[in-house]
Nanobody, 115 residues
Framework: QVQLVESGGGLVQPGGSLRLSCAASGSIFSRAVMGWYRQGPGRQREWVATIGSGSTTSYVDSVKGRFAISRDNARNTVSLQMNSLKPEDTAVYYC?????????WGQGTQVTVSS
């Protein structure tokens, strides 16, 4: 059974940085596609970034150049480095693991960008 646990959220001022981490259980991590999604107040959940099993990355346009996704297969973790944060980045951030037709989600971690 796969479990995903996010950490690293919090309150940060505009222009600041945060690093989110997601720890995964199970044995399929290194072969899975890992992603970060977010859901802001009154908004639908949206895709933020993805990293493939070969470490190919992709990002939604609104975070390109500010966010960086990475993975450590030895530790079964995926991270999201978020720089130059803006108030519109405020959301609950979710980690997602994709494996074949299966998708697993974490419980989310709150990121609030405010002065």
């Amino acid at each position: 059974q796969v479990q995903l646990v996010e950490s690293g959220g919090g309150l940060v001022q505009p222009g600041g940085s945060l690093r989110l981490s997601c720890a995964a259980s199970g044995s399929i991590f290194s072969r899975a596609v890992m992603g970060w999604y977010r859901q802001g107040p009154g908004r639908q959940r949206e895709w933020v970034a993805t990293i493939g099993s070969g470490s190919t990355t992709s990002y939604v346009d609104s975070v390109k150049g500010r966010f960086a996704i990475s993975r450590d297969n030895a530790r079964n973790t995926v991270s999201l480095q978020m720089n130059s944060l803006k108030p519109e980045d405020t959301a609950v951030y979710y980690c997602r693991m994709g494996w074949g037709s299966q998708a697993y989600w974490g419980q989310g971690t709150q990121v609030t960008v405010s002065s």
